[in-house]
């Protein structure tokens, strides 16, 4: 049986995997989360209220001090954790057994394709998907609730009532006792399309990392700089579903909106600009988080691989 002779390395390797890209994905998260604050409710702000990047970091200090910028970031954590190690795994498992089909059929390569590489990124970008998208649901109410807190106090009013920001296990049990565990899944359609992203991105990065290591070492700068090429095409390209799935994790309670409404709705409302409201600090966060997070895996995975070869030896 295939089963049965299998063996146990390839699946060690997809941890390993697995495990550095979710301590590069942390560690990128933290540096870069700011930013996130930023965009998302500039996505989820009408227009008119819409502010210049520096004009929207003064606010947010001044109303909430400095804290405000990192509102949500113990859900933005676990999140990134758990959507990049699932990610990682699933996207290590299914180039593995590319790779073993290709050694089998005798192919000169066992380099994934291009075709290949968008399979793989699609089969572990609808899993990540599925898995975690309620996380992300509970993290944009948590980066958002904390401006919509101060506005319904009456920020800088005398005498006006001091309200604690709800916890992330506040918030998920406020949402799913308000209005209902479907509201966990919401934006699941716009984050499934979002699938290509991630696509675009490490075919992209794969592609480009072919080419040099034809050449040269990757080292983890040019790791930095191929992940932060490969972000910025693929985020580029799929920004106005980032903002749609934005919206649709903060609709109001009641309000059943799909992906094609949501899209004409902001296109009637702001214009077609509006689809790419805070795509500043969006694009400028995809690529250094993405920038980072290869830079750092590289890092993690092999310090990885020594620890577990060190434990086999001992």
């Not at 997809?14 to 500039?42: C, D, E, F, K, Q």
């Not at 506005?151 to 604690?164: L, N």
């Not at 109001?252 to 949501?262: R, S, V």
Request: aromatic share 10%; charged share 20%; proline share 4%.
């Amino acid at each position: 049986m295939v089963a049965a002779s299998k063996p146990v390395i390839p699946q060690n390797d997809n941890v390993a995997h697995a495990l550095a890209g979710a301590g590069g994905g942390v560690l990128s998260m933290i540096l870069t989360y700011p930013l996130i604050t930023l965009s998302t409710r500039a996505q989820v702000e009408s227009t008119r209220a819409s502010t210049a990047f520096l004009t929207a970091v003064r606010q947010i200090i001044a109303r909430e001090g400095v804290s405000g910028l990192y509102a949500g970031l113990d859900s933005a954590v676990f999140g990134i954790s758990v959507t990049n190690f699932v990610y990682y795994y699933w996207y290590e498992f299914t180039r593995s057994f590319f790779e073993t089909a290709a050694i089998k059929t005798g192919r000169a390569s066992k380099k994934l394709t291009t075709v290949e590489t968008m399979i793989a990124g699609a089969i572990a970008g609808s899993a990540t998907v599925i898995l975690t998208n309620p996380i992300w649901v509970v993290n944009t109410r948590m980066t958002t609730r904390k401006q919509h807190l101060e506005e319904e106090k009456g920020a800088g009013e005398p005498g006006a009532a001091k309200k604690r920001a709800p916890t992330t296990i506040g918030t998920l049990l406020a949402l799913v006792r308000e209005e209902g565990p479907q509201a966990l899944f919401r934006g699941v359609v716009p984050a499934l399309v979002l699938v290509m992203n991630p696509i675009l991105q490490y075919t992209l990065f794969e592609q480009m990392k072919n080419f040099f290591e034809k050449k040269r070492r990757i080292t983890p700068g040019v790791a930095f700089l191929l992940g932060a090429l490969g972000k910025l095409f693929a985020t580029s390209i799929t920004y106005p579903y980032i903002t749609v799935k934005s919206q649709m994790h903060v609709v109001d309670n009641g309000k059943k909106e799909g992906m094609g409404q949501a899209i004409s709705r902001v296109i009637k409302e702001e214009g077609y600009a509006g689809l790419y409201k805070g795509i500043g600090p969006k694009v400028t966060q995809s690529v250094l988080t993405a920038a980072f997070l290869f830079a750092f895996k590289d890092v993690l995975y092999e310090q990885t691989v020594k620890l577990r070869r060190a434990k086999i030896r001992a």
